[in-house]
């Protein structure tokens, strides 16, 4: 018996804890919200109306089904306010995604073009920020764009402006926090890209007399194109269902919809509507999240 | 002349890295900077001082959540290295099982999925069990998530390990749980650490699980600063987040040079 075998047993074994421990926190919670989403609203507490107990046994389980409504759905769907809110998670969510790509990139290139030891250092700050708190990144960004912040005290020294802009609460200030919270997430993978290309194509391509942009176009863009897939959808993937940062520094305007379900949770209580939102908010993520693993899966064949 | 390198650092290339990196630091070093001000507006220096440091040891509600927040870090991110790595070593050296593809998938969903559903979905879950919610809720709650960070993390460096040492081991006798204490544990030792620390940091930054979790008079700390935030900038505020970037720049000086030294201890241990 060959010895990988021999370890291959209680290898497994090492599994059941794990895998207990995930099927009760991850698995199960997730049949508890589709099943309060399926729930009617009740002003109790807990807040809903709970359609099954395990108690009933069959006969229970039977009576529940009957009795399930697909009301919330039915809300959501009618409701512009939460079509609204998805679309613009989307929307928030894919502009961002262009901001990202538009600034990452040149710093990425920067990265790679830099010499071996300095490369190494680069990637460390660029990923130091992000050991210190999401929170305090963002309010890092709301002692700079407040009225008597620095940024407006730069642009009224410089005479850009004549009297200092309210930055806070608007979809500028929202913008630059997501785009500030999820830069690496973007220049890394692209970084990684970058990096790996085989330079002989350049030195072909100035052999052959392509000036530098050129080169760039027609060689270094079109072979960074999955970089740039994984690191967008990366980033776009997380954003829709983003709260804090349209929160502490978006407007009081149209809400995202991770916004939409804290407010039904924690101000409206009514966990029936936030479940739904959760469960419809999945199926949202369902589609970038198969074409995400798909990229990856390429990705790591292209390695091997 | 087009004969010069084309992967030569170009000055395009150089502006670009100095205003990332400056975009990337400038509003933290204007955070640490500010928490330092005499004044009580944050806009306008009045001289050094520290005197938001001391106000910050006078906030009992403050000092309670560093506190809830450092026993949460510590107590779930233990238990997500342990059960983590074991994972790892199921999903490393187990082969195929059944449920490998679920257990696997189980492992990376919580990596991309938005907080607001994790946090949602975990609360249903503490009020159908009829947990008492605090310090328990939130450590479970921490301990799902950054246990799959630990399972990535160690996977990827026991796929990258030589298995000819633990089989060597077992052909000379080993146990194979005394091989993998006795060879692959050690060796794999260093990213355990870091996956420790990640899994500590993360527990430590979490706003949105942590405040679907807890219940009534827990507050964590980043459910206090979040609070506190929501009302408008304080030198106070700037002073405890300086603190917990100082903590973190520790942690990681710390991080480096311990695997610094086990570098170089293994690397003197190598010609045995």
Known sequence: MSASRNFARPARIAAIAPYLWMVVFFLVPFAFILKISLSQTAISQPPYEPVFELAHGWQGLKAAVGQLSIENFRLLASDNLYVLSYLRSVAVAAVSALILVVLGYPLAYGMSRLPRGWQRVAILAVIVPFWTSFLIRIYAWINVLQRDGLLNDVLVALKIVSAPVAWLSTDTAMYIGIVYSYLPFMVLPLYATLSKMDTSLLEAAADLGCSRSRAFWLVTFPLSLPGIGAGALLCFIPIIGEFVIPDLLGGSGQMMIGQTLWAEFFTNRDWPVASAIAVVLLLVLLAPLIVYDRLQRRQLEVQS | MSGRPLT??????????????????????????????????????????????????????????????????????????????????????????????????????????????????????????????????????????????????????????????????????????????????????????????????????????????????????????????????????????????AFVALVIVVASLVSKLSEAKSGSAAPL
């Open chain 2, 8 to 245: 030569r650092l170009s000055p395009f290339n150089m502006v670009s890295l100095a205003l990332g990196f400056a975009f990337l630091y400038l509003p933290l070093v204007i955070l640490v900077v500010f928490s330092f001000n005499a004044s009580r507006l944050v806009s306008v220096w009045g001289g050094w001082s520290l005197r938001w440091y001391a106000e910050l040891l006078n906030d009992q509600a403050m000092l309670e959540a560093a506190w809830m927040s450092l026993r949460v870090g510590v107590s779930s991110a233990t238990l997500a290295t342990v059960l983590g790595t074991m994972a790892a070593v199921a999903l490393s050296r187990g082969s195929d099982f059944r449920g490998r593809t679920l257990f696997s998938g189980m492992l990376h969903a919580p990596l991309v999925m938005p907080e607001v559903i994790t946090g949602l979905s975990l609360l249903l879950l503490f009020i159908a069990a009829g947990a008492e919610r605090g310090f328990w809720t939130v450590t479970a709650a921490h301990t799902t998530l950054t246990m799959c960070f630990v399972a990535v993390i160690v996977q990827s460096r026991l796929n990258g390990l030589d298995r000819s040492l633990e089989e060597a081991a077992m052909d000379l006798g080993c146990s194979p749980l005394r091989a993998f204490f006795a060879v692959t544990l050690p060796m794999i030792m260093p990213a355990i650490a870091a996956a420790w620390m990640l899994a500590f940091t993360l527990s430590l930054d979490d706003l949105v699980i942590a405040s679907f979790t807890t219940g009534p008079g827990a507050s964590t700390l980043p459910i206090r600063i979040y609070s506190e935030v929501r009302l408008g900038v304080k030198p106070q505020i700037n002073a405890i987040c300086t603190l917990m970037v």
